[in-house]
T-cell receptor, first 112, second 114 residues
Framework: DAKTTQPNSMESNEEEPVHLPCNHS???????IHWYRQLPSQGPEYVIH???SNVNNRMASLAIAEDRKSSTLILHRATLRDAAVYYC?????????????FGKGTLLTVNP | DAGITQSPRYKITETGRQVTLMCHQT?????MFWYRQDLGHGLRLIYY???????DKGEVPDGYVVSRSKTENFPLTLESATRSQTSVYFC?????????????FGPGTRLTVT
């Protein structure tokens, strides 16, 4: 599996935007970029995914570099409920690739 | 309510005992997964299932048994629990595996083996 690199932790203030980076220099052309987050004492939760173009949904935006070697998850206005571990995961589009490989992720702290 | 549920949420058992963790989903997703989460290791895949009666090993299957007689249920059995199996166990389901399909996770079962 192609590897991702994320900062161990980041801090933000409430109601400010947060940019969570992810490097994936060995990404293949058929790898999707997925983001999940895990709130304290809960299971992981899907946030967003993309392939080449930037993506928006109700939770976040995903900005993908033109060479696809990095991406950024953007939370437009952080709330206290966004405090979680955020995982950037590459998932190949091949039908036999069933596995999500979770790294250590980025622990986001949101200050009131 | 629709979704994915796990039971029990907390379990304490003794070394050598058999214990079964239950997972139930109401979406009729074809794929189901069992992960364990330990400090320092992140989430690791134990077993997965592509459909009823089809199961396969993940990264860390030793000491675990699964079955899937119905699409909506995917129980995980520890045949003879060991202290190293103390962990938080997450079940997940997905409508597919190719590319963009996301996985939906249950709330987890915290298992302690004494």
């Amino acid at each position: 599996d192609a590897k991702t690199t994320q900062p161990n932790s980041m801090e933000s203030n409430e109601e400010e935007p947060v940019h969570l980076p992810c490097n994936h220099s060995t990404i293949s052309g058929t790898d999707y970029i997925h983001w999940y987050r895990q709130l304290p004492s809960q299971g992981p939760e899907y946030v967003i995914h993309g392939l080449t173009s930037n993506v928006n949904n109700r939770m976040a935006s995903l900005a993908i570099a033109e060479d696809r070697k990095s991406s950024t998850l953007i939370l437009h206005r952080a709330t206290l409920r966004d405090a979680a571990v955020y995982y950037c995961i590459l998932k190949n589009s091949g039908g036999s690739n069933y596995k999500l490989t979770f790294g250590k992720g980025t622990l986001l702290t949101v200050n009131p | 309510d629709a979704g994915i549920t796990q039971s029990p949420r907390y379990k304490i058992t003794e070394t050598g005992r058999q214990v079964t963790l239950m997972c139930h989903q109401t979406w009729s997703h074809s794929y189901m997964f069992w992960y364990r989460q330990d400090l320092g290791h992140g989430l690791r895949l134990i077993y997965y299932s592509a459909a009823a009666d089809i199961t396969d090993k993940g990264e860390v299957p030793d000491g675990y048994v699964v079955s899937r007689s119905k699409t909506e249920n995917f129980p995980l059995t520890l045949e003879s629990a060991t202290r190293s199996q103390t962990s938080v166990y997450f079940c997940a389901s997905s409508d597919g595996t190719a590319g963009p399909y996301e996985q939906y996770f249950g709330p987890g079962t915290r298992l302690t083996v004494t």
